[in-house]
């Protein structure tokens, strides 16, 4: 028995030496960053996208509905309609930041430029009232710039900002101006030889792809973006990765390792494609999205843990995990949920892991499948992640009711799924003391 309780303890510690090592990995640990810079500015679209296309809509009509909807077309346009414009910039920055470079202002400079730079000159474009659209130069198109490019933003401002850090890196292109040169502008030289010699490599790379009749957006799109996107952000994809994320709570291990750095990104990407469509009254593409898995796979925090504190309190015994769940009860209403995972506790409670892991999977299937058959509206407004269950999926779907029915379905039987492992905590709690 102490040969397999070694066995287990080594797994677990290389395990979470593993998922540690991830969690940091620094192109990962920028990502992270840099979506977290921009959500303020998703969020803000979400609510633009819901206030134009249903509050309007209930209390305006005819031009003064036109005139009012102009205003969220707009944020949409300063925030989804740009966004690898936004977001490659970002990550340059970050990724140059964790990197330690003395100019990560630099390095969003030459992100944002690279990206540009790796842009067809022509472009398709159907003028207003036109039925045939017409080739174009000199022009940036929402869709090389926004929603649809978001992913080669992220991979252009990765791939640009190393090039340019290594480059700066050598000492022999560094411009020295002595030391009465205000810092300010020894940075900017410093950095000029690195400059040139990365756009210009870039853009010899754009243009041979461009005599190939293609361009690096449309590559990353199509051979990496839509496979990547389509595996981890359909059902089974989701389900699994979302519940290995859980898993690592019982190692002490923040899931966002899995979450935030795999799974975020691409369910932002599907986001932001739904709000556009929604926006453009257009078809909604995507069930699964970053306003979809905590609305439905993440009530009251990671494990959907609102369920646990209610089964808590209607069978719990153990003194100590009342008290808890009396304290944690108003952070979980709005998905806080840190007091739960460390205090009732699920690091390392093997009898709260298979519900923390089965809840929040049952919730997203329920969700989908509410969502495929029509019995709810697709998540289509980016909401906060603290935003209450039951208005949650309200708010998500643009002010659909049935979605509050479909959350109340998944709370009951997550509550009641949750009740028997309470009483096996009790049992396992109490014979404890008694040892």
């Known amino acids: 028995m102490k040969e397999i309780s070694l066995e287990n303890s080594k797994f ?25 810079t921009i959500m303020p500015l998703y969020i803000l679209a979400g609510l633009a996208v819901l206030v134009n296309n249903t509050i309007f809509l209930w209390i305006l009509s005819g031009d003064a ?100 850090l290594w480059v700066s890196s050598i000492e022999k292109l560094k411009i020295d101006l002595g030391d009465n040169i205000p810092p300010s502008v020894a940075k900017s030289f410093n950095v000029l030889i690195p400059f040139i010699l990365v756009m210009a490599g870039f853009a010899i ?6 005599m190939a009749g293609t361009n690096l957006i449309q590559l990353i799109t199509n051979l990496i973006q839509e496979p990547l996107r389509t595996v981890t952000t359909g059902l089974v994809g989701c389900v699994i990765l ?36 929604y926006a453009a009254g257009q078809a909604i593409p995507n069930i699964i999205n970053v306003a979809f898995v905590p609305a439905f796979g993440m009530m009251g925090g990671s494990g959907s843990t609102i369920c646990l504190l209610i089964a808590t309190f209607l069978v719990g015994r153990n003194k100590a995990t009342k008290s808890v769940s009396k304290m944690a009860f108003v952070p979980g209403i709005f998905n806080i949920n840190e007091p739960v ?53 309200y708010l998500a779907t643009a002010g659909d009711v049935r979605a509050i029915l479909v959350q109340l379905l998944i709370l009951v039987l997550g509550v009641l799924i949750y009740i028997p492992f309470v009483k096996i905590n009790d049992a396992v709690m109490a014979k404890t003391m008694e040892e």
């Open 205 to 210: 790379v754009s243009t041979l792809l461009n």
């Open 65 to 164: 509905l036109t005139n009012a909807q102009y205003w969220g077309t707009l944020i949409v346009n300063g925030t989804l309609n740009i966004s690898s414009l936004l977001i490659a910039p970002l990550v340059g920055y970050m990724l140059a930041k964790n990197r330690g470079f003395d100019n990560p202002i630099s390095a969003a400079l030459i992100a944002l430029a690279t990206l540009v730079v790796m842009m067809p000159n022509m472009v398709s474009i159907t003028p207003d009232g036109a039925d045939q659209a017409v080739m174009a130069t000199g022009a940036l198109t929402f869709s090389n710039i926004g929603t649809q490019a978001m992913f080669a933003g992220v991979i252009i401002g990765l791939l640009a900002t190393e090039v340019f």
């Open 242 to 277: 979302y519940s290995l994320g859980n898993f690592l709570w019982l190692l002490g291990i923040h899931q966002s390792v899995i979450y935030g750095s795999i799974l975020e990104p691409l369910l932002i990407v599907n986001m932001t494609q739904n709000m556009a469509a």
């Open 12 to 36: 677990v510690d290389k395990f979470t030496m593993i998922a540690s090592k991830m969690g940091n990995e620094i192109h990962l640990r920028s990502l992270r960053d840099a979506f977290a």
């Open 341 to 393: 995972i460390f205090g009732y506790s699920i690091v390392y409670n093997i009898s709260l892991i298979i519900p923390f892991i089965l809840v929040p999977a049952m919730g997203i299937i329920i969700g989908y499948l509410a969502t495929a058959l029509n019995l709810m509206n697709t998540c289509v407004v980016y909401i906060p992640w603290t935003t209450p269950v039951l208005l949650s999926g």
